[in-house]
């Protein structure tokens, strides 16, 4: 008897494997943690993890939405362009002092999660790759930002209401990292206990299948991507409500790429039908320890890119490992 058949036919190998499948990420997190705090002392201080963790929390919520869209098979590359644009639209309102504020989150909110939407109708509905949609329309995001701003910076105003989002905090935690945290929450109980997630998980796994059996996979596409396009409203809100400012051909750029990596890293699969909202928070917890440590030891930021996909690769090999095991 082979290993692998021995572990099929075992329940306890069987249960431990798919613990360690689902809860590996939590203990490399603790290892890297660790780890880090060996290396570099100063990594454990309160106000050390405050930091990783409130500088995490931007790109950790937009990655809780790639979450369901590369379990369903997608990626969402437009993401970082829409919170430019999304960014853009939140900061001319609120720089009017007519306008109420909770006018231009809800502005920002609705301009991102309509992207989302779009990018689902267009992907599903037109048949066309998404890689291709989400990249062009990525594009036009940056292209529109760029027009209405005339290619300037953007400011709003520094009013306490609105700094108040990304700068303050709940006792010692950050506004952010809570608010992260609660849409963690509540996107992993969706994902685990509701009709819509398990939807998620069929489409990603054999979307044929699903659609056989009754399942809306068109809707449940569009679903993903409009929901991705929240979070990377709420992403947009958190991010400039901490500086009040734009660089409408800077800001956001990149994002996606470092939110495909957390829920990578958390160990879903490219390929679909695999993933946790676990997964991706500690997957971004163990990039922001990196980018920590990166600017702890004064290494070129030109080499974050590098690091972060040795990471993928990391992962990526590593599932490849557990999933064969």
């Not at 989400?134 to 105003?157: E, K, W, Y």
Request: aromatic share 10%; net charge positive; glycine share 10%.
């Amino acid at each position: 008897m082979t290993e692998k058949t021995a572990t099929r036919t075992n329940p306890v190998l069987r249960a431990t494997k798919h613990v360690w499948e689902e809860y590996s990420i939590v203990v490399i997190t603790v290892v890297v943690f660790v780890v880090s705090g060996l290396i570099a002392p100063r990594f454990l201080t309160a106000n050390n993890i405050l930091l990783v963790l409130r500088h995490a929390s931007v790109i950790g919520v937009i990655a809780l939405g790639m979450t369901f869209v590369i379990i369903t098979g997608g990626i969402d590359l437009s993401s970082g362009h829409v919170v430019a644009m999304s960014g853009t639209v939140l900061l001319i309102l609120q720089g009017n002092e007519n306008m109420p504020l909770w006018v231009a989150i809800l502005a920002c909110f609705g301009v991102a999660t309509a992207i989302g939407f779009i990018n689902g109708i267009i992907i599903t509905k037109l048949r066309l790759p998404f890689f291709i949609v989400t990249l062009a329309v990525g594009i036009m995001a940056r292209s529109i930002t760029l027009f209405v701003t005339n290619g300037v910076s953007v400011d709003g105003r520094r009013v306490p209401e609105f700094t108040e989002i990304g700068n303050g905090s709940l006792g010692p935690i950050p506004y952010p990292v809570i608010i992260w945290v609660v849409l963690a929450l509540i996107l992993a109980a969706i994902l685990t206990y509701t009709k819509f997630g398990s939807y998620t998980y069929a489409v990603g796994g054999n979307e044929m299948a699903a659609k056989y059996s009754g399942i809306a996979t068109d809707k449940v596409k569009i679903a993903a991507y409009t929901l991705t396009g929240f979070c990377v409203g709420v992403a947009a809100l958190l991010n400039f409500s901490r500086v009040a400012a734009i660089l409408p051909g800077t800001s956001g750029m990149m994002f996606e790429f470092d939110a495909i990596t957390a829920v990578v890293i958390g160990g879903a699969a490219l390929s679909g039908g695999r993933g946790t909202i676990l997964g991706t928070f500690f997957g971004m917890l163990i990039i922001g320890v990196v980018s920590n440590l990166l600017i702890m030891f004064q290494i070129s930021p030109f080499l974050t890119g590098f690091f972060k996909g040795a990471l993928i690769l990391l992962a990526v090999l590593f599932q490849r490992k557990v999933v064969s095991a």
